[in-house]
């Protein structure tokens, strides 16, 4: 099983400022990999698949890099409403998810 | 717009077995490419990908489950069932489907999600 590591766990960032979150895959999942946002009591919604397109509807503050093991999301200035939960998903074989990261108002 | 929504138990007893309805519109399962997987959470912890069932019927499931699941579905009802024998304590977790296209390895969308307690 491919195992996905998110850092950090949580993530303080002012509104406006940039934040950088980071997946790490146990072994290459080339660029089979997707975002997804997750707010309180809902449920995940895609952001970002292949690594770095973004899904229809997307706004182009978010982006993703990376390729291989490790893959980056970048949201490059937080509104309100981007202060969520934040899971990579990696599909290259089957499909695991990463723990996590908050990113919360500091 | 695809839409899909959860329904079962909210509360089951351990070693009972769970049964999961994911019902959905926007979309046909008998339409080739298409699929339908189911995603847990349990409170508070990551997203765990449990099983997945695609419009020819063929069938996926998590290793680490494979024994206790079963996913089925039913085109005419635009419903697929997902069932999880000896339940525990642990497998407490909200419950999603999630729309999925075979040539495409993300969820999207999703359900909104079905909590399921597990205690006796």
């Known amino acids: 099983e491919i195992v996905m590591t998110q850092s950090p766990a949580t993530l303080s960032v002012s509104p406006g400022e940039r934040a950088t979150l980071s997946c790490r895959a146990s072994?290459?999942?080339?660029?089979?990999l997707a975002w997804y946002q997750q707010k309180p009591g809902q449920a995940p919604r895609l952001l970002i698949y292949?690594?770095?397109t973004r899904a229809t509807g997307i706004p182009a503050r978010f982006s993703g890099s990376g390729s291989g093991t490790e893959f980056t999301l970048t949201i490059s200035s937080l509104q309100s409403e981007d202060f969520a939960v934040y899971y990579c998903?990696?599909?290259?074989?089957?499909?695991?998810f990463g723990q996590g990261t908050k990113v919360e108002i500091k | 717009q695809i839409t899909l929504k959860e329904s079962g138990p909210t509360l089951v007893k351990p070693t009972q077995t769970l049964t999961l309805t994911c019902t959905f519109s926007?979309?046909?399962?008998?339409?080739?490419?298409?699929?339908v997987g189911w995603i847990r959470q349990p409170p508070g912890k990551a997203l765990e990908w449990l099983a997945l069932?695609?419009?020819?019927?063929?069938?996926r499931y998590s290793p680490s489950l494979k024994s206790r699941l079963t996913i089925t579905k039913d085109t005419s009802k635009n419903q697929v069932v997902l069932t999880m024998t000896n339940m525990d304590p642990v497998d407490t977790a909200t419950y999603y489907c999630?729309?999925?296209?075979?040539?495409?390895?993300?969820?999207?969308?999703w359900g909104q999600g079905t909590l399921v307690t597990v205690s006796s």
């Open positions: 069932i695609y419009w020819d019927d063929d069938k």
């Open positions: 072994q290459s999942v080339s660029s089979n």
């Open positions: 926007g979309f046909s399962l008998s339409t080739s490419g298409v699929g």
């Open positions: 292949g690594a770095s």
């Open positions: 998903q990696q599909y290259n074989n089957w499909w695991t």
């Open positions: 999630a729309h999925k296209l075979l040539y495409q390895g993300w969820f999207d969308p």
